[in-house]
């Protein structure tokens, strides 16, 4: 699409960039090609545009070199993976802690026995990963007993609220 590659030099020129790749590198790309999709798009009378091109993207030896002398670090790599389990785990952790402490009101609420589970498969998890860290272990541990503390405050509410009833009958 010669059309396409006359907008794509006029950004490229706009900014300053002197390829496809340098605009890549600069964070410019994307921009670059949404400017372009919408100067299409506004066109409504020339539906030939309509097809997207997928943009071949050259990089020179130069700019891989690094890639090809690559050597991989098993110890790096399990580094980042155990970082990786790590932010997974808080992230899942903090969802559980939202959705058992949260006055937020959900779209399916969760019983105490739910929560309670909830909080059990979180513990799986840490030791199916092989990333248990203790700090998460205690906090689940802990939110684990105020949901049964919570459970049976209710309970208990609810047979008071029956005795209470059975009382006024009599």
Known sequence: MEEYNIYMKWFLDFYKL??????VRSGKYFEI??????????????????????NKITI??????DVLNFEPDENERKMIQEGFKRIMLIMIWDTIQRRCTSDKQYKVELD????IELIRFFMILQD??????EKLR?????????????????????????????????
């Open 128 to 133: 199916e990963s092989n990333c248990v860290d």
């Open 18 to 23: 002197k390829s496809e790749c340098a605009a």
């Open 33 to 54: 090609t949404e400017a372009i999709k919408n100067e299409f798009e506004n066109r409504a009378e020339d539906k030939k545009f309509d097809v997207k091109k997928v």
């Open 138 to 170: 205690e906090q689940a541990n802990e939110l684990q007993k105020q949901m049964h503390i919570q459970m049976k405050q209710v309970g208990d509410d609810i047979m008071n609220m029956g005795n209470a009833a059975e009382t006024i009958e009599q």
């Open 60 to 65: 020179g030896a130069e700019d891989y070199a």
């Open 112 to 115: 105490y026995d739910e929560k």
